[in-house]
Nanobody
Framework: QVQLVESEGGLVQVGDSLRLSCTSSGRLSTYSMGWFRQAPGKEREFVATISWRGTSAFYADSVQGRFTISRDNAKNTLFLQMNSLKPEDTAIYFC???????????????????WGQGTQVTVSS
C-alpha cells in the first residue's frame, strides 16, 4: 500500500514563499504526480502535475508563474515551490499519484489513486 505524506504547511504572509514536499512510502518514480488543493466550502481543484520523468509539468492558470512542481525520484519525493502567495491560495494542499505507471500527465483528480492526508496552507493579508 502506497502512502503519501506531505510536509507541514503553515501560516505565511502575502507575498511570502513556501515549499511543500511529499514523500512516498513506495517507489513512485514511474508515476505522474500532482498537487491539488481544497479551500473551505469549495471543491478540490487541480494545482500542478508533473510527468514521471519530471520533464513535463502543467499548472492551473491561477498559479502559473508563481508555483513550481518538481520531483526527486531517487528520494521518492515531490515538491511544490510556492512564491508570491496570495490569500486565495489558502487551502488544504494534497499530493497525489496517478493510477497507473508511465501514464500521461493528467489534471483531473479522478485520474489519481493515491493521496496524502493534506496539509494546511494559510496566507494572511
Amino acid at each position: 500500500q502506497v502512502q503519501l505524506v506531505e510536509s507541514e504547511g503553515g501560516l505565511v504572509q502575502v507575498g511570502d514563499s513556501l515549499r511543500l514536499s511529499c514523500t512516498s512510502s513506495g517507489r513512485l518514480s514511474t508515476y505522474s504526480m500532482g498537487w491539488f488543493r481544497q479551500a473551505p466550502g469549495k471543491e478540490r481543484e487541480f494545482v500542478a502535475t508533473i510527468s514521471w520523468r519530471g520533464t513535463s509539468a502543467f499548472y492551473a492558470d491561477s498559479v502559473q508563474g508563481r508555483f513550481t512542481i518538481s520531483r526527486d525520484n531517487a528520494k521518492n519525493t515531490l515538491f511544490l515551490q510556492m512564491n508570491s502567495l496570495k490569500p486565495e491560495d489558502t487551502a488544504i494542499y494534497f499530493c497525489a499519484a496517478h493510477k497507473f505507471p508511465y501514464g500521461a500527465v493528467r489534471k483531473s483528480h479522478q485520474d489519481f489513486a493515491y493521496w496524502g492526508q493534506g496539509t494546511q496552507v494559510t496566507v494572511s493579508s
